[in-house]
Nanobody
Framework: QVQLVESGGGLVQAGGSLRLSCAAS????????MAWYRQTPGKQRELVAR???????NYADSVKGRFTISRDNAKSTVYLQMNSLKPEDTAVYYC??????????????WGQGTQVTVSS
């Protein structure tokens, strides 16, 4: 069974930094695009950043220049380095990945979410 486990959330002051990690585990044949989303109460989940298995990255305009997504394919892990954090970055952050388990088609998987709170 494939699962994504996130870590690294917490409380930080504005201007500070946090690093989120998300590790994929289980019967994985192929790990494709990995991404971070975030959601605040009453709002739709939004894409923060994504990285393909070839290393191509995309970012939401609101985080460009402040956040960096990266991945370690040997560890099946994706990271989100968040710098210069702002109160408006406060949200639950979710990891997502397109994964093909052995003997199965590619599916989209989600982590359980990790809270990031930025105080002013």
């Amino acid at each position: 069974q494939v699962q994504l486990v996130e870590s690294g959330g917490g409380l930080v002051q504005a201007g500070g930094s946090l690093r989120l990690s998300c590790a994929a585990s289980g019967s994985i044949f192929r790990l494709n695009t990995m991404a971070w989303y975030r959601q605040t109460p009453g709002k739709q989940r939004e894409l923060v950043a994504r990285v393909t298995n070839g290393g191509t990255t995309n970012y939401a305009d609101s985080v460009k220049g402040r956040f960096t997504i990266s991945r370690d394919n040997a560890k099946s892990t994706v990271y989100l380095q968040m710098n210069s954090l702002k109160p408006e970055d406060t949200a639950v952050y979710y990891c997502a990945a397109d994964i093909q388990p052995y003997g199965m088609p590619i599916q989209n998987y989600w982590g359980q979410g990790t809270q990031v709170t930025v105080s002013s």
